[in-house]
């Protein structure tokens, strides 16, 4: 099945002079069934870059729309062509696409270009993501291309390859609802349930069947970014998809000091996309996808509306139980118990006061390691510990069964803004993937707890600056 024509438009990358490979993912082209000596071959940068297309691909730009900030905006792929579809040796699907592959009718005043940075931060972060269980869009290459893009100064110019089980997104539907027919949307819906929910072929009510999953998706993702202290930064529609997977990591970062107001992005003043805010926007989301399904879910507004109403308002319960049983595992909690919610409550609201580190103090909890002064030192943690500890010691499943499922829950290492960025300076600025390659390696391995303290998890010094994160350009 195809995507219906009003969805996208025939584009070729426009080539660049001089390309060169500077990171490719071996484990995931293994994954995809490609050859990574292939792909760092000279015809597979060529085709990385954009200057050849592969045997048997039809690049295209996906036309979608999307709430910016709330705001109902035109977008599509800008500086985005799909190359194609890989099908992976075990028979899933993957969609390839080329970022910063030049202009396409949807790149408005945009150069359809990407500077190296932002594609390596991308990179760095998708990766990690995966690593970390967190379903996701992956990168499987970067590549320079020998041309200078211009931002506020002349940077190096480069393309990622980014590989996602599809780029539908709920601004995918908002176009087809705003700027299609009936047909066109009934088309696209029927796509996105070929593709990602196939089970619901035969379902009487297929498309109220499709809002179902993808709510119940979202709710699951976006428990799993609290649950590791990552922020996305920019949760437009446009940059939600219908897989369930995270997309466009463009001012996206992990919190240091746990917080519920935690903002990166230069550009969000008013917090809209916040930490603590992500779950309540991740609905309101979803309640524009199910505006756009309005018209194939009933013949006639009002029961269309009631029944996409019915599914959305389950947001919030599946969210919940996602978000209580990701903090269980943090703790060590095998099962269920009215004490839960306050027993959580408890810790965030000390984790808040004391400014503490979010992932080192899951990760002490974890090991059992002295965290040192502040919240560690403190009362009121000793007497949440006599909680904890009682209610670990009130359940059938052994200390070290308890101890597994943390380490397996609170990672060790995350992608740190300081580490990000230095690895970022090294690549840029001198020419050194060195910096980069080792904090990949570490993040590939973010659950494994040795005890000893990794250079990769030490939170950044204190500056008084606080980190900034741009929309990725
Ligand atoms: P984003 O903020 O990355 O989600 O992008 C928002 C929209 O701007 C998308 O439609 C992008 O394709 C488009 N866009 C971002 N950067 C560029 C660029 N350099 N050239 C053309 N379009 C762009
Ligand atoms: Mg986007």
Same mark, same amino acid.
């Given at each position: 099945?195809?995507?219906?024509?009003?969805?996208?438009?025939?584009?070729?990358?426009?080539?660049?002079?001089?390309?060169?490979?500077?990171?490719?993912?071996?484990?995931?082209?293994?994954?995809?069934?490609?050859?990574?000596?292939?792909?760092?071959?000279?015809?597979?940068?060529?085709?990385?870059?954009?200057?050849?297309?592969?045997?048997?691909?039809?690049?295209?730009?996906?036309?979608?729309?999307?709430?910016?900030?709330?705001?109902?905006?035109?977008?599509?792929?800008?500086?985005?062509?799909?190359?194609?579809?890989?099908?992976?040796?075990?028979?899933?699907?993957?969609?390839?696409?080329?970022?910063?592959?030049?202009?396409?009718?949807?790149?408005?005043?945009?150069?359809?270009?990407?500077?190296?940075?932002?594609?390596?931060?991308?990179?760095?972060?998708?990766?990690?993501?995966?690593?970390?269980?967190?379903?996701?869009?992956?990168?499987?290459?970067?590549?320079?291309?020998?041309?200078?893009?211009?931002?506020?100064?002349?940077?190096?110019?480069?393309?990622?390859?980014?590989?996602?089980? !599809?780029?539908?997104?709920?601004?995918?539907?908002?176009?087809?609802?705003?700027?299609?027919?009936?047909?066109?949307?009934?088309?696209?819906?029927?796509?996105?349930?070929?593709?990602?929910?196939?089970?619901?072929?035969?379902?009487?009510?297929?498309?109220?069947?499709?809002?179902?999953?993808?709510?119940?998706?979202?709710?699951?993702?976006?428990?799993?970014?609290?649950?590791?202290?990552?922020?996305?930064?920019?949760?437009?529609?446009?940059?939600?998809?219908?897989?369930?997977?995270?997309?466009?990591?463009?001012?996206?970062?992990?919190?240091?000091?746990?917080?519920?107001?935690?903002?990166? !992005?230069?550009?969000?003043?008013?917090?809209?996309?916040?930490?603590?805010?992500?779950?309540?926007?991740?609905?309101?989301?979803?309640?524009?996808?199910?505006?756009?399904?309005?018209?194939?879910?009933?013949?006639?507004?009002?029961?269309?509306?009631?029944?996409?109403?019915?599914?959305?308002?389950?947001?919030?319960?599946?969210?919940?139980?996602?978000?209580?049983?990701?903090?269980?595992?943090?703790?060590?909690?095998?099962?269920?118990?009215?004490?839960?919610?306050?027993?959580?409550?408890?810790?965030?609201?000390?984790?808040?006061?004391?400014?503490?580190?979010?992932?080192?103090?899951?990760?002490?909890?974890?090991?059992?390691?002295?965290?040192?002064?502040?919240?560690?030192?403190?009362?009121?943690?000793?007497?949440?510990?006599?909680?904890?500890?009682?209610?670990?010691?009130?359940?059938?499943?052994?200390?070290?069964?308890?101890?597994?499922?943390?380490?397996?829950?609170?990672?060790?290492?995350?992608?740190?803004?300081?580490?990000?960025?230095?690895?970022?300076?090294?690549?840029?600025?001198?020419?050194?993937?060195?910096?980069?390659?080792?904090?990949?390696?570490?993040?590939?391995?973010?659950?494994?707890?040795?005890?000893?303290?990794?250079?990769?998890?030490?939170?950044?010094?204190?500056?008084?600056?606080?980190?900034?994160?741009?929309?990725?350009?």
């Amino acid at each position: 099945m195809e995507l219906p024509e009003v969805f996208f438009s025939r584009v070729e990358p426009v080539p660049v002079s001089a390309p060169r490979m500077v990171v490719s993912n071996d484990a995931l082209a293994r994954e995809l069934g490609l050859s990574p000596q292939a792909l760092r071959s000279k015809k597979g940068v060529q085709e990385l870059s954009g200057n050849s297309v592969p045997k048997g691909g039809v690049p295209i730009a996906q036309a979608y729309a999307g709430h910016q900030f709330g705001q109902f905006t035109m977008l599509g792929d800008g500086r985005a062509i799909l190359l194609g579809e890989q099908i992976a040796p075990g028979g899933e699907r993957y969609d390839v696409q080329l970022k910063g592959s030049g202009r396409t009718p949807y790149s408005r005043g945009g150069d359809g270009r990407a500077s190296l940075g932002p594609m390596l931060r991308e990179y760095i972060i998708s990766e990690a993501m995966s690593a970390l269980g967190i379903e996701t869009t992956r990168s499987l290459a970067v590549v320079v291309t020998g041309e200078p893009v211009y931002r506020q100064t002349p940077e190096i110019g480069a393309v990622l390859t980014r590989v996602a089980s !599809s780029h539908l997104r709920v601004g995918t539907f908002e176009f087809a609802a705003k700027f299609g027919d009936e047909d066109d949307l009934r088309a696209l819906a029927d796509y996105a349930i070929e593709r990602h929910y196939p089970h619901l072929e035969q379902d009487e009510e297929k498309y109220l069947g499709l809002l179902r999953e993808v709510v119940k998706r979202q709710a699951a993702l976006i428990a799993k970014w609290q649950m590791v202290g990552f922020i996305h930064g920019v949760m437009n529609t446009d940059n939600m998809t219908i897989s369930g997977e995270t997309i466009d990591y463009g001012p996206c970062a992990f919190m240091d000091a746990y917080s519920r107001d935690t903002v990166f !992005s230069s550009i969000d003043v008013q917090g809209r996309y916040a930490y603590g805010n992500q779950p309540t926007i991740g609905g309101w989301n979803l309640t524009r996808f199910a505006e756009t399904l309005l018209p194939i879910l009933h013949e006639s507004a009002e029961p269309a509306r009631e029944k996409a109403q019915v599914e959305v308002e389950k947001y919030v319960a599946q969210y919940r139980e996602s978000w209580m049983s990701g903090m269980r595992g943090k703790l060590g909690l095998f099962s269920e118990d009215e004490g839960d919610q306050a027993l959580f409550a408890g810790l965030l609201a000390l984790m808040q006061e004391y400014k503490a580190d979010f992932t080192n103090t899951f990760a002490a909890l974890t090991t059992g390691a002295d965290e040192g002064a502040g919240m560690f030192d403190s009362e009121k943690l000793a007497q949440w510990r006599k909680k904890w500890k009682a209610r670990l010691g009130a359940q059938q499943e052994s200390e070290r069964e308890a101890k597994q499922l943390m380490q397996s829950s609170n990672p060790a290492i995350i992608p740190r803004n300081h580490r990000v960025e230095e690895a970022l300076s090294a690549a840029t600025e001198n020419g050194d993937y060195g910096v980069m390659e080792r904090l990949l390696e570490a993040l590939s391995k973010p659950y494994v707890h040795t005890g000893k303290v990794s250079e990769y998890a030490e939170p950044p010094k204190a500056t008084g600056v606080p980190y900034k994160t741009y929309c990725g350009t």
